[in-house]
């Protein structure tokens, strides 16, 4: 089967704490891709990264980081010391030959407040 | 104008309208896709469409029609909709379909459709 569960429905922390994420996959492929994406409340998803699945380097941008660990399953996405700004839904996606390729499955997706 | 645009940005239509949803994107990409996001439900993949080719239509009812006239222009004709139908409909485009990472999809702003 293929799933990404976000079990996390929605995190709330206060502003510059740091947070993080989860995000677990199922796949049966052996090359796939991993995506996280934002979407703030104007509603367009905002693409962060993509990881495929022979790179477990941990990557680092600013304040973001993602945590990739094949014997887990798992592709977490850390904020540190967040802001207010980003408050928004973040969704973890998956897409692999046998998800058809064009079918990205996404997660349900996790509400972060982040308040002041 | 960058990236993927899509107008109107809030339609309300009765039951027995006819209307339409238009997409562009001005990235160069040779895919793109319809995506329905219903309150508290997963993104829904609707339709997918590679060189104005349609890919995929996923179940989708009659009443969504889509129109892709060339790479650049996706629609989503709309008729006799339902109240179950109002969601935000996000338009996505990527490179190419299911290519070897390629498919990493950049989405618009969405299009909030409200049913009476």
């Known amino acids: 089967a293929q799933k990404v569960t976000q079990a996390q429905t929605e995190i709330s922390v206060v502003e510059k704490e740091d947070v993080t994420l989860d995000c677990v996959y199922e796949?049966?492929?052996?090359?796939?891709?991993l995506f996280w994406y934002k979407q703030p409340p104007s509603g367009e998803l905002v693409f962060l990264i993509r990881r495929n699945s022979f790179d477990e380097q941990n990557e680092i941008s600013g304040r973001y980081s993602w945590n990739f660990q094949k014997s887990t399953s798992s592709f977490n996405f850390t904020i540190t010391a967040s802001q207010v700004v980003d408050s928004a839904v973040y969704f973890c996606?998956?897409?692999?030959?046998?998800?058809?390729?064009?079918?990205?499955?996404f997660g349900a997706g996790t509400r972060l407040f982040v308040k002041a | 104008e960058t990236g993927v645009t899509q107008t109107p940005r809030h339609l309300v239509m009765g039951m027995t309208n006819k209307k339409s949803l238009k997409c562009e994107q001005h990235?160069?990409?040779?895919?793109m896709y319809w995506y329905k996001q219903s309150a508290k439900k997963p993104l829904e993949l609707m339709f997918v469409?590679?060189?104005?080719?349609?890919?995929e239509n996923n179940s989708v009812p009659s009443r969504f029609s889509p129109e892709c006239p060339n790479s650049s222009h996706l629609f989503l004709h709309l008729h006799t909709l339902q109240p179950e139908d109002s969601a935000l409909y996000l338009c996505?485009?990527?490179?190419?379909?299911?290519?070897?990472?390629?498919?990493?999809?950049?989405f618009g702003p969405g299009t909030r459709l409200t049913v009476l």
């Open positions: 996505a485009s990527s490179q190419e379909v299911g290519g070897a990472g390629t498919d990493t999809q950049y």
């Open positions: 796949t049966r492929d052996t090359t796939y891709y």
């Open positions: 990235l160069g990409h040779n895919a």
């Open positions: 469409y590679s060189l104005e080719e349609r890919v």
């Open positions: 996606a998956l897409s692999g030959r046998n998800t058809g390729g064009f079918k990205t499955i």
